[in-house]
């Protein structure tokens, strides 16, 4: 968020009373009876927990119930055993393809009950991204963030349709912008009566079909006053192929992590999958799922290191 939540310490938690054993640390309790809005508090002020980051974490695309609720269930429970305020993210369709045989979704609807139905089931908040104005309102009946993709987000009548829902808005910066057009996709949506903004990075195109990371962004955006993110999977994507398939450079996640942690970044965006080389979309630059809480653990390392 623009402005401070204003959170007291003792309104940042909020508990739930149960009759079930804890199998994990007081700390870690506590973030398991988290709330949806405790958690978007968390991440709208990170000045309330300085010691950690958060994370927007899931598929790149919403392939079915069990597929989502598993992976879901898997990040639920890393997040809580390291204190880390999760939101899971999943793309009810995928718009931005690279050919017609792409995979898009199952769709919309189906695909935003499955997201609507992990919110509720882990108590977690949920992203999505949409892609046309009329999609906002529909979207935000579902989940808790609305995402501006990276190529849209110069888009005013998008941006100022996901402000009017009142969601969190998400605002990924295009590949071919520098950092400081950000600050006019921001002040849209505050003009539009919603100061609840994040700022993502994903990186920059260099010459055809691949990306860069300047580290230099993540300041640059966290000078304009909301939490930033990095996008610590699509910025490794090495898109339009020839083959017709997006490719990617996953054995760099996580010296991209590090360093965004390093600098400054407020939370992770990352792309996950139990079985990456057989994901339906986006699985050439995704994080193995097996491989996301070692990588979380270092990465709060060098947090705490700072």
Do not use: W
């Not at 204003?6 to 988290?34: H, N, Q, R, V, W």
């Not at 993210?89 to 695909?111: E, M, P, V």
């Not at 963030?145 to 998008?158: E, G, K, N, S």
């Not at 792309?271 to 270092?298: F, I, Q, V, Y």
Request: glycine share 8%; proline share 5%.
């Amino acid at each position: 968020m623009v402005k401070s939540s204003g959170l007291k310490p003792k309104e940042t938690f909020k508990f739930f009373i149960t009759d079930k054993p804890c199998p994990i640390s007081f700390i870690g309790c506590i973030f398991a009876t988290m709330d949806k809005q405790h958690t978007l508090n968390q991440v709208l002020d990170p000045g309330i927990n300085p010691e950690v980051f958060f994370i927007l974490a899931g598929p790149c695309a919403i392939e079915g119930e069990q597929m989502a609720m598993d992976i879901a269930g898997s990040i639920h429970e890393i997040s809580v055993r390291l204190n880390l305020p999760f939101i899971f993210k999943g793309s009810y369709r995928k718009a931005n393809r690279t050919s017609l045989s792409s995979f898009t979704g199952i769709g919309d609807l189906k695909a935003l009950e499955i997201l609507q139905k992990v919110g509720k089931e882990f108590n977690v908040p949920v992203v999505t991204d949409i892609h046309e104005s009329h999609e906002a309102e529909m979207a935000a009946e579902y989940v808790d963030v609305l995402q501006i993709p990276a190529f849209l987000f110069r888009q005013t009548d998008l941006l100022v349709a996901a402000a009017k829902t009142n969601k969190v808005v998400n605002i990924k910066k295009g590949q071919f912008a520098a950092a400081n057009a950000m600050k006019f996709a921001m002040q849209k949506v505050l003009d539009s009566g919603n100061s609840k903004v994040l700022l993502t990075d994903r990186g920059n195109m260099y010459g055809y079909n691949d990306l860069i990371v300047d580290m230099r962004n993540i300041p640059e955006m966290k000078s304009m006053g909301a939490p930033v993110i990095m996008d610590i999977t699509h910025s490794l994507q090495q898109p339009n192929q020839g083959s017709g398939v997006t490719g990617g450079k996953p054995e760099l996640i996580e010296t991209i992590a590090k360093a965004a942690i390093a600098v400054g970044a407020d939370g992770l965006f990352v792309e996950t999958h139990p079985d990456p080389a057989n994901a339906k979309s986006d699985g050439a630059n995704m994080l193995n799922l097996n491989a996301l809480e070692p990588l979380l653990n270092k990465l709060l390392k060098i947090k705490k290191a700072l």
